[in-house]
């Protein structure tokens, strides 16, 4: 199983990034896909979620109404669309996947099997 994050850069306050992970597990309906994040010296953060096949969508409180996920289940993508980024996002990106996360576990990043590599964003002037 590969998780292929990409779409990382540095990009100045306030402005926008798309990132994009390719995912070799079939997207059948028991899947739930998501995005974490890792700030140095900082323990990895639930940014969001998706539960499931066309599922509810999940936020982290300091991402919500600036970002945005979603996934292609016929590519077997998913996308974290970023808007007005701050300082505070810098951090590195990850894509994950599991099978058998219940809806009360999606933002808990023990619950996932299958991670991807990382994909740095940094937001700085």
């Known amino acids: 199983v590969q998780l292929q994050a990409s779409g990382g850069g540095s990009v100045q306050p306030g402005g926008s990034l798309t990132l994009s992970c390719a995912v070799s597990?079939?997207?059948?309906?028991?899947?739930?896909t998501g995005w974490f994040r890792q700030a140095p010296g900082n323990e990895r953060e639930f940014v969001a979620g998706?539960?499931?096949?066309?599922?509810?969508?999940y936020y982290a409180d300091s991402v919500k109404g600036r970002f945005t996920i979603s996934r292609d289940n016929a590519k077997n993508t998913v996308a974290l669309q970023m808007t007005n980024l701050k300082p505070e996002d810098t951090a590195v990106y990850y894509c994950?996947?599991?099978?058998?996360?219940?809806?009360?576990?999606?933002?808990?990043?023990?619950?996932?099997?299958?991670w991807g590599q990382g994909t740095l964003v940094t937001v700085s002037s």
């Open positions: 994950a996947a599991g099978r058998t996360i219940i809806q009360s576990s999606v933002r808990s990043a023990e619950a996932y099997n299958y």
């Open positions: 597990l079939r997207f059948s309906s028991d899947l739930t």
């Open positions: 998706i539960f499931r096949r066309g599922g509810a969508k």
